[in-house]
């Protein structure tokens, strides 16, 4: 069982790389964040989210029950609750961690031995296309998600691992190759 962090900054397709994993890989599970915010329409508790009040957030984070967590927009807390981890363990998977540097920075000074994958876009141009051709976000929110890249994609170095995300199903498996080389002590 290996703790599998995927970062990179948004549109460079870690969303889409999970997917294609759990699709093709039985032992691949992912861990469910936890957040403050409210579901958003078609969204189901304990399936996208789990869906919790500040208080009970605030109880995880002083019981030191989180891999991770963080304030995003200076309102909503997203985390990862360390029962994840517990949950992965005992169905013998690997737990996949979709999450942002500053979530990554929090596991590997947690867990050391966490398998960190940054994943990069082929190209800016390509990164801003994809963004854009997800029509989720106004201008001002592309723009944003941008400019929080630029330093993303500095941080790249931190990673025991990066990978480029030209091709959607060579990079998975090179993820999964990852892990199974982690996994044999390699």
């Given at each position: 069982m290996s703790l599998v962090v995927?970062?990179?900054p948004a549109g460079v397709g870690k969303g889409t790389l999970v997917n294609y994993i759990l699709e093709h890989e039985a032992d691949f599970m992912l861990s469910i964040s936890a957040?403050?915010?409210g579901p958003r329409p078609g969204e189901t508790d304990g399936v996208q989210y789990q869906f919790i009040?500040?208080?009970e957030f605030e109880k995880l984070?002083?019981?030191n029950q989180l891999l991770e967590y963080a304030t995003v927009h200076?309102?909503?807390y997203y985390g990862t609750p360390l029962e994840e981890l517990t949950r992965a363990k005992a169905l013998d998977k690997h737990l996949l961690l979709e999450i942002d540097l500053q979530g990554a920075r929090q596991i590997k000074n947690r867990i050391p031995e966490a398998l960190t994958i940054f994943i990069s876009p082929p190209s800016w141009e390509e990164?801003?296309?994809r963004l854009r051709n997800r029509a989720t976000e106004t201008e001002a929110q592309i723009q944003t998600r941008l400019?929080?890249?630029r330093t993303e994609l500095l941080a790249a170095g931190e990673f025991d691992h990066q990978l480029t995300n030209s091709n959607l199903e060579q990079c998975a498996l090179e993820i999964i190759e990852l892990v199974r080389?982690?996994?044999r002590g390699n």
């Open positions: 995927l970062a990179g957040t403050t915010r009040d500040k208080p984070i002083k019981n200076n309102d909503n990164l801003e296309t400019l929080t890249a080389e982690s996994e």
